[in-house]
């Protein structure tokens, strides 16, 4: 049997008293696609951090393909197929979107230098962002580095594509332009994990869905009925009326 | 998609002719000893260091984002290399130039490796903190002269020509190649792919990691490169000065100072920077060095208001006005018709066409 794609085993993080995860365990098979909510704050982008290596866990172990990541830095799992956004994003802002995008692919993406030029424009074509390629990053609206956020780890060719809100502010016809997007990134067999609080392009993209709230899952199954439970909806009523 | 449907351009008109023109004044400079101008090759040859100097410490600093104050470290050390190889090791003086550099790469990895751990202000202030340890520790050896230092020995002096004249000729030839090396040598790791990863790494550290890029490895490698280049530098200074002593080795207003304010005024994070900071530097030194200390007073006072009223240096100030561009390292991409349209029709964009 294949291990899953990513597992976490009993992760714990804390920052001083406050507790961030308290113990999770999460698998991720291949070609599943994950969608994370919770309230503000409980810890969602800390979990992609510890994914990533940007941060290392107080305890516990994360396993990329059955093997222990936790010796590993960002980059090296950048390599074994981890791509992410940032939740603010972190562009490369004296360079321009073409080139951000071909410095993710030589190096992420590990492809040669012509491959990695016409694969940057192919991601960058998917993404709505090839009016642009000559402009520096930095001079992008947030709606256009969001987009680029996206095309940055897609040019890493990740086997894990981790999202964080990258359909904030969006309009709703941007939205479900997002949401084709993402279903044609998930059919080419990448898996996701989407933290958003946008539920209903969860709905439409992931095969599960997690609540995070307190350092742990509160709940873990099929979208609609994780969006049915009490719980679910006692915590997210405030935040966002589905 | 079959066919490319773009095309990559990395030379613009105004590095065309700017190369042309560099390439020129090179010419010039090597037909300048048919003159026997003496004094003027003298002040080529500082010209030359100091630039090679400074384009080290703009790759060090204005990408790498390695913002060292003690490369002086290296300047001292690779000139006592190359007296101690010259000295004890019967070694000839011009082949001690990239073996004195080689050393000095050497001793700069331990010196990462306790640097690395420091970030910001305290990288800056670490690294002078070494170049006076190295300074001490020059100070202690009596074999090379101790704290009063020491005289290339007469015999070696002759080994490298037997005229004074033959000597300068050599002298200048190496420093122009040295100063020709070192800008060739970062416009090409610039233009390669690591010079994408070193621009990543300027302008976000953390992303630059998540996109793949393994940057402690980089910034070690650069780090490395530059204290060799570096080196052999100072091991040609020391050479033309025949004589070396911990005080003039590792000074730092000398060395360091003057290339930040090199690198700063004509531009740091652009190749030509260092160039325009050379002429301003040299040509205020040349005309004001008679007033004492109101050439320092001068050189402070410029510093400042280019830091203050102009980040990008003198060079970017010119460059971003007029739009020109001597060492093109970005990419510019030219998409053709075809995908000029699909550009206006993408997945994320909706249009009306989409269902």
């Known amino acids: 049997m294949t291990p899953p794609l990513l597992e976490l085993r009993h992760v714990c993080k804390a920052f001083g008293k406050v507790v961030i995860a308290d113990g999770i365990n999460l698998t991720l098979n291949e070609n599943e696609g994950l969608g994370i909510i919770g309230p503000n704050g409980a810890g969602k982008s800390t979990l992609f951090n510890l994914i990533t290596g940007d941060l290392s866990p107080n305890g516990g172990d994360i396993l990329i393909s059955g093997k222990s990541v936790l010796s590993q830095r960002p980059h090296q799992r950048c390599r074994s197929g981890v791509g992410r956004s940032y939740q603010i994003p972190h562009p490369f802002g004296k360079m321009s979107v073409f080139e951000n995008v071909l410095t993710a692919a030589t190096f992420g993406g590990a492809a040669a230098m012509g491959e990695a030029e016409a694969m940057s424009l192919e991601i960058l074509g998917v993404t709505g962002l090839l009016n642009d390629v000559n402009t520096p990053a930095g001079k992008l609206t947030l709606l256009k580095r969001k987009r680029l956020e996206l095309a940055r780890a897609l040019s890493t060719r990740p086997r894990l594509l981790l999202l964080d809100e990258i359909a904030g502010g969006l309009t709703e016809a941007e939205v479900q332009a997002l949401i084709s997007t993402i279903r044609d990134i998930r059919r080419s067999g990448v898996s996701l994990i989407w933290i958003e609080h946008i539920v209903h392009a969860l709905l439409a993209t992931v095969d599960r869905l997690v609540v995070l709230n307190g350092g742990m899952f509160l709940a873990d199954g099929d979208p609609h009925e994780v969006m049915r439970a009490p719980d679910v909806q006692r915590i997210y009523m405030g935040v966002e009326p589905a | ?355």
Do not use: C
């Open chain 2, 1 to 355: 998609m079959t066919q490319p449907s773009y095309r990559i351009e990395r030379a613009t008109r105004s590095s065309t002719i700017g190369l042309a023109v560099l390439g020129l004044g090179l010419i010039g400079l090597l037909l300048l000893p048919l003159t026997g101008d003496r004094a003027t090759m003298r002040l080529i040859v500082e010209i030359a260091y100091f630039l090679a100097l400074a384009q080290m410490w703009n790759l060090l600093a204005g990408y790498a984002g390695l913002l060292s104050v003690g490369q002086h470290a290296f300047i001292g050390f690779g000139g006592y290399m190359l007296f101690a190889l010259v000295a004890h090791a019967g070694f000839s003086p011009i082949y001690s130039l990239p073996i004195a550099g080689l050393l000095s790469g050497l001793i700069s990895i331990p010196v990462a490796i306790l640097m690395f751990r420091l970030s910001g202000p305290y990288f800056a202030i670490g690294t002078w903190v070494v170049a006076e340890v190295f300074k001490l520790a020059f100070f202690e050896v009596p074999a090379l002269g101790g704290g009063s230092g020491m005289s290339l020995p007469l015999q070696a002096v002759r080994d490298i020509a037997p005229s004074a004249q033959g000597r300068e000729l050599i002298i200048y030839i190496s420093a122009l190649a040295i100063a020709v090396a070192s800008v060739v040598a970062v416009y090409a790791l610039l233009r390669s792919r690591y010079g994408l990863a070193l621009t990543a790494i300027r302008d976000s550290e953390r992303a630059s990691a998540s996109v793949g890029v393994d940057t402690f490895r980089l910034k070690l490698g650069v780090f490395v490169a530059v204290a060799a280049f570096t080196g052999m530098i100072g091991a040609l200074i020391f050479l033309q000065k025949l004589r070396i002593s911990p005080v003039a080795a590792f000074d730092v207003m000398e060395w360091s100072a003057a290339i930040i304010f090199i690198v700063v005024i004509g531009g740091i994070g652009r190749i030509e920077g260092p160039f325009v900071g050379i002429a301003i530097f040299f040509l205020l030194r040349e005309t004001t060095s008679d007033f004492g200390a109101w050439y320092l007073i001068l050189l402070g006072l410029l510093a400042i208001a280019i830091m203050l009223f102009a980040r990008q240096g003198i060079w970017g100030l010119i460059a971003d006005r007029y739009r020109i561009n001597v060492f093109p390292v970005e990419r510019q991409v030219h998409l053709d018709d075809h995908r000029q349209r699909q550009a206006s029709s993408t997945s994320l964009t909706p249009t009306s066409e989409k269902h």
